[in-house]
């Protein structure tokens, strides 16, 4: 195989080495029919003989078994000195011919799942198993030397391998952005293993610290978006491929690309969603909830006469009616399957995005008969990682993931002190509060009735503001028959993310109406607002927890 063009490499030995197998065998047969000569090892060897494809094993190049288990197999001057020559130097040339040893022009190797090995929970022994020596110095030999050999680390990439042989072989561009892949294939794979083994074996590791001295991210271009926050902001979407599938693993079904907004409107509704064990629908706008909302305990009232309850349509109804206005054009998740009566709910509403674990194939029908909205399935096991970073100038800061996990998330941990003890109904709702006011950027105030948000104040530089805004949104945004406000605090629960500083914002909610409150407590004034509490008449707990979200 030759061609005219001096930089095109001709490929006439090459080296596979692959823990992944997909299509290997489809690869070497595209390489036995243009002449090429295979090299390759253990299981990958066996594979491609067993399909009928001749291959030498690479311990009959060596001269040498494998050895330790299979740690040895590939290091050796015979395969090293193949992939590392650089033949436009003739001493290089020189010295494997004195050597007897024949030049490599294709390395098609990939990794052990280390990574995927980490995630499944297995031991120490079993993880250090599959840190791989061979295949890495392979990789980056390879690359390294992408003058005089191509590399491929991806299966992905077989067909530009058949192409390539279609044409005369690998030009020196191809070579060098494959060499490019490569080096960015072991990054990865370095990073995972250093952040694994500083976690284990650091300094600080007999200390159980959970922040090691080192921690390295490795980031993989999935797209390349339209722009970022505003139009002249160039953006693009990277995935973690180390971290719990999220946002950035999602499926898209239908709609038009999406933004950089969409994605982060889109996390932080799952981030509100997903702390309900009921069906739950949150309904998001610049990263803040306008509506929240649980199923009913109990039968759907909203189903018509006979129909077949639908518990996610009724969470949804329920959170577009706390803020319609700033529905419009919002981006909505869903801990269940979306329904034909969620798709239904959305007639004549802008919506953005909706995701969830999946569409029921009714709703997913209607949905794409709509030109404006994104259409995102989940990832299986959709979880969030339980450390988060954010970056500042120069760094970044990392915590664990605010969890409802702390002693004071619990309903049987908070202390009364003012007020009857809610019965369980007023529990539940203030439970719901709890709950959902996490999601809220601070300072957070929701007011919450029969399962829903009814008013949300949120992401004000004081907490009178937050009552304000949130007593405000509540009895503004609906009206009567009679066109008059509905005054929809009166009644209701609230929940605040952090304690009060003075009695002034709860006097707020007491004035409109509110007959329970759950909060943090630990102002230096808790005194002052118990009392003003008690003096209301209204039932106040205090959790002894804060959910900021800044």
Same mark, same amino acid.
């Given at each position: 195989?030759?061609?005219?063009?001096?930089?095109?490499?001709?490929?006439?030995?090459?080296?596979?080495s692959v823990y992944d197998k997909t299509g290997v065998e489809e690869l070497a047969e595209a390489l036995h029919a243009v002449g090429v000569s295979i090299v390759s090892t253990g299981s990958t060897a066996a594979r491609i003989a067993a399909a009928g494809i001749p291959v030498t094993a690479v311990e009959e190049v060596s001269g040498s078994p494998e050895m330790l288990d299979g740690r040895v197999k590939?290091?050796?001057?015979?395969?090293?000195?193949?992939?590392?020559?650089?033949?436009?130097?003739?001493?290089?040339?020189?010295?494997?011919?004195?050597?007897?040893?024949?030049?490599?022009?294709?390395?098609?190797?990939?990794?052990?799942?280390?990574?995927?090995?980490?995630?499944?929970?297995?031991?120490?022994?079993?993880?250090?198993?599959?840190?791989?020596?061979?295949?890495?110095?392979?990789?980056?030999?390879?690359?390294?030397?992408?003058?005089?050999?191509?590399?491929?680390?991806?299966?992905?990439?077989?067909?530009?391998?058949?192409?390539?042989?279609?044409?005369?072989?690998?030009?020196?561009?191809?070579?060098?952005?494959?060499?490019?892949?490569?080096?960015?294939?072991?990054?990865?794979?370095?990073?995972?293993?250093?952040?694994?083994?500083?976690?284990?074996?650091?300094?600080?590791?007999?200390?159980?610290?959970?922040?090691?001295?080192?921690?390295?991210?490795?980031?993989?271009?999935?797209?390349?978006?339209?722009?970022?926050?505003?139009?002249?902001?160039?953006?693009?979407?990277?995935?973690?491929?180390?971290?719990?599938?999220?946002?950035?693993?999602?499926?898209?079904?239908?709609?038009?690309?999406?933004?950089?907004?969409?994605?982060?409107?889109?996390?932080?509704?799952?981030?509100?969603?997903?702390?309900?064990?009921?069906?739950?629908?949150?309904?998001?706008?610049?990263?803040?909830?306008?509506?929240?909302?649980?199923?009913?305990?109990?039968?759907?009232?909203?189903?018509?006469?006979?129909?077949?309850?639908?518990?996610?349509?009724?969470?949804?109804?329920?959170?577009?009616?706390? &803020?319609?206005? @700033?529905?419009?054009? %919002?981006?909505?998740? =869903? !801990? /269940?399957?979306?329904?034909?009566? $969620? #798709?239904?709910?959305?007639?004549?509403?802008?919506?953005?995005?909706?995701?969830?674990?999946?569409?029921?194939?009714?709703?997913?029908?209607?949905?794409?008969?709509?030109?404006?909205?994104?259409?995102?399935?989940?990832?299986?096991?959709?979880?969030?990682?339980?450390?988060?970073?954010?970056?500042?100038?120069?760094?970044?800061?990392?915590?664990?993931?605010?969890?409802?996990?702390?002693?004071?998330?619990?309903?049987?941990?908070?202390?009364?002190?003012?007020?009857?003890?809610?019965?369980?109904?007023?529990?539940?709702?203030?439970?719901?509060?709890?709950?959902?006011?996490?999601?809220?950027?601070?300072?957070?105030?929701?007011?919450?009735? &029969?399962?829903? @948000?009814?008013?949300? %104040?949120?992401?004000? =530089? !004081? /907490?009178?503001?937050?009552?304000? $805004? #949130?007593?405000?949104?509540?009895?503004?945004?609906?009206?009567?028959?009679?066109?008059?406000?509905?005054?929809?605090?009166?009644?209701?629960?609230?929940?605040?993310?952090?304690?009060?500083?003075?009695?002034?914002?709860?006097?707020?909610?007491?004035?409109?109406?509110?007959?329970?409150?759950?909060?943090?407590?630990g102002s230096k004034r808790d005194e002052e607002v118990v009392a003003a509490a008690q003096a209301a008449g209204i039932t106040m707990y205090l959790t002894g927890s804060r959910h900021f979200f800044h």
């Amino acid at each position: 195989m030759t061609s005219d063009r001096p930089d095109v490499l001709p490929i006439r030995r090459a080296l596979i080495s692959v823990y992944d197998k997909t299509g290997v065998e489809e690869l070497a047969e595209a390489l036995h029919a243009v002449g090429v000569s295979i090299v390759s090892t253990g299981s990958t060897a066996a594979r491609i003989a067993a399909a009928g494809i001749p291959v030498t094993a690479v311990e009959e190049v060596s001269g040498s078994p494998e050895m330790l288990d299979g740690r040895v197999k590939t290091l050796h001057p015979r395969i090293h000195g193949g992939i590392l020559a650089d033949r436009r130097r003739q001493e290089h040339v020189r010295q494997l011919e004195e050597s007897g040893i024949e030049p490599f022009d294709l390395v098609v190797v990939n990794l052990y799942p280390f990574a995927e090995t980490v995630r499944s929970g297995a031991g120490q022994d079993a993880v250090i198993e599959q840190i791989d020596i061979g295949g890495p110095t392979m990789v980056r030999a390879a690359a390294k030397n992408h003058d005089s050999v191509a590399v491929v680390v991806n299966p992905g990439k077989y067909p530009e391998v058949a192409e390539a042989l279609e044409h005369g072989g690998f030009s020196r561009e191809a070579r060098q952005r494959l060499a490019a892949a490569a080096f960015a294939h072991t990054a990865a794979y370095d990073t995972a293993v250093a952040n694994w083994t500083a976690a284990q074996f650091g300094e600080d590791a007999a200390q159980q610290n959970l922040w090691p001295p080192y921690m390295g991210l490795a980031l993989e271009r999935s797209e390349v978006l339209r722009y970022g926050e505003n139009p002249h902001q160039p953006a693009a979407l990277y995935a973690d491929q180390g971290a719990s599938a999220g946002i950035a693993q999602a499926d898209q079904l239908h709609g038009k690309a999406m933004s950089y907004n969409n994605f982060v409107d889109a996390d932080a509704a799952l981030r509100t969603v997903f702390d309900f064990a009921e069906p739950a629908v949150a309904i998001i706008k610049h990263a803040n909830p306008c509506g929240v909302a649980v199923a009913s305990a109990g039968p759907d009232d909203s189903a018509e006469q006979g129909a077949e309850p639908d518990p996610v349509a009724e969470a949804h109804a329920k959170a577009h009616a706390c &803020d319609p206005l @700033s529905a419009y054009g %919002g981006v909505i998740a =869903v !801990n /269940r399957p979306v329904t034909a009566g $969620l #798709a239904a709910n959305l007639q004549g509403v802008l919506t953005e995005v909706i995701v969830a674990p999946e569409f029921e194939p009714e709703a997913l029908a209607r949905l794409q008969l709509r030109q404006d909205i994104r259409l995102l399935s989940l990832p299986d096991g959709y979880q969030r990682d339980p450390a988060e970073f954010r970056q500042v100038s120069g760094g970044a800061l990392m915590q664990l993931a605010d969890r409802l996990d702390a002693p004071g998330d619990d309903p049987e941990q908070w202390r009364l002190v003012a007020g009857e003890d809610a019965d369980a109904a007023t529990m539940a709702e203030l439970r719901f509060a709890w709950r959902a006011v996490r999601a809220v950027k601070s300072n957070a105030i929701l007011l919450v009735k &029969d399962g829903a @948000s009814i008013g949300i %104040g949120m992401g004000q =530089v !004081n /907490r009178v503001d937050s009552c304000r $805004l #949130a007593v405000e949104r509540a009895n503004s945004l609906l009206t009567d028959q009679q066109g008059q406000p509905v005054e929809r605090a009166r009644g209701a629960v609230a929940a605040s993310d952090a304690f009060f500083p003075f009695a002034d914002g709860l006097q707020v909610l007491i004035d409109a109406g509110v007959r329970a409150v759950v909060q943090p407590g630990g102002s230096k004034r808790d005194e002052e607002v118990v009392a003003a509490a008690q003096a209301a008449g209204i039932t106040m707990y205090l959790t002894g927890s804060r959910h900021f979200f800044h």
